[in-house]
């Protein structure tokens, strides 16, 4: 981090592990949509299948959501998101043997890696609130949050290597080794407590959920990551296919155009984070910068999606990828710090809330394109849906988002 420094020795080295559990977390769950190119002719899938299988881990994720949140609350970031990420890397190096054992087995293990990295959001939420003064928390939710899109970046191309080379269980063991080598350096390197100066997250008191769930700028954040979630989890679930099955790549060349467009989405998130904190040091009232930032990207980023179907070489649509998460990366700082605004003790309670809303779409989403590519032979009909849901999300979040404190 850079700028005015924090409050604490220790914050850099949080928002890094953080950034690095969420990078680590996006390995495990993202290889599997390379890897399953490759399961799908072994195992005798056809594609219907494979979207259950893509969704499994959605299952797992949904249902820790908000105990998480409330156990970091309760608890601290440090030992939940310490264990979450030892047990989720356990079921990645598990997923091979459940695969070859049976559906249902393997079905199991993805829902487990679900329940493990259900912390890692809510987790890094709550080191951020011990950890980080509040001018710098929109880039360091922004840092963080892009271990998702480098996470992508990496385990896209390198999973498509790793399965021509060793074949598609060696990604499973590899990825899931790092987990440990993280835990380690989490365990050793980060301490209890908090920094001095920060807010204590609830100050012993109990949640108030009534108040919480009764807020309409909690649910506009929820409306808007539910959208977001929407297109991210689509995106990358089935962007190696659709390369594959769109322009007849190889199972390689689908892995490194499908990375591309994550890599402007790592940029583009950081990018975001800063603009946010320096419009706020400006003196730009909190509930315009979230909205200024929010509003146009998510407008944009469904625009690129409408011309998608359009696309009539790999190298126009990846351009319109690029631009449409780096669209959805940029609006990242309007809602993913909201929640500090509105309610900075329950600042991840509230993103278990939203990251609850904000798992369907990889559940309901990830499966529905599987049945609508099955059932139309092409992708125009789950992109041009994805966008839909994008610019209802942005509505809301314009009419019901605030930055203003909501709970005390």
């Given amino acids: 981090m850079t700028g005015t420094p924090t409050v604490s020795p220790h914050a850099s080295k949080v928002v890094l592990l953080c950034f690095a559990a969420v990078l680590i977390s996006y390995l495990d769950r993202t290889n599997i ?29 949904l249902l820790l959501q908000l105990v998480a949140g409330t156990l970091a609350n309760k608890f601290g970031g440090r030992i939940v998101l310490g264990v ?35 912390a890692v959001f809510p987790g890094s939420i709550n080191m951020i609130g011990r950890w980080v003064l509040p001018q710098h928390r929109s880039r360091a939710v922004a840092l963080f949050s892009s271990g998702l899109a480098l996470g992508t970046v990496i385990a896209l191309p390198l999973t498509a290597w790793i399965v021509r080379e060793w074949g598609w269980p060696a990604s499973f063991y590899l990825f899931g080794a790092l987990g440990i080598v993280w835990g380690a350096l989490w365990f050793f390197t980060v301490p209890e407590g ?53 322009f007849d790549v190889s199972l390689a060349n689908a892995g490194w155009l499908s990375a591309a467009p994550w890599l402007a989405s790592f940029v583009m998130v950081n990018v975001g984070g800063s603009v946010a904190d320096r419009l706020l040091r400006s003196g730009m009232p909190t509930t315009r910068v979230r909205k200024t930032l929010l509003t146009p990207a998510f407008l944009g980023g469904a625009l690129f999606l409408v011309l998608l179907p359009r696309a009539t070489t790999p190298t126009m649509a990846v351009v319109l990828m690029c631009c449409t998460t780096s669209a959805l990366a940029f609006c990242i700082a309007g809602f993913g710090p909201n929640s500090f605004d509105i309610a900075p003790r329950y600042a991840d309670v509230i993103w278990g809330i939203s990251n609850s809303a904000g798992t369907f779409p990889g559940i309901i989403g990830v499966s529905i394109t599987g049945f609508l590519v099955q059932r139309t032979g092409s992708y125009n009909a789950p992109f041009l849906l994805t966008a839909g849901i994008c610019v209802v999300g942005a509505l809301v979040y314009l009419a019901f988002g605030s930055g203003e404190r909501q709970i005390e």
């Fill in 33 to 61: 949509s390379v890897a399953a190119i490759a399961m799908q002719q072994d195992l005798g899938w056809d594609e219907a299948t494979k979207g259950v299988v893509l969704s499994s881990f959605f299952v797992g994720y």
């Fill in 84 to 118: 979450a990420v030892l047990w989720w890397s356990l079921f990645t190096a598990l997923t091979p043997p459940a695969a070859l054992a049976s559906f249902g087995a393997l079905i199991a293990a993805r829902i487990a890696l679900g329940l493990g990295e259900a």
């Fill in 194 to 246: 908090r920094a001095e100066g920060v807010e204590v997250a609830s100050a012993g008191n109990a949640v108030p959920w009534r108040r919480i769930f009764a807020t309409p700028a909690v649910w506009a954040i929820v409306a808007v990551h539910f959208a977001h979630n929407w297109a991210l989890y689509v995106l990358l679930a089935w962007l190696p296919s659709y390369f594959k099955a769109t």
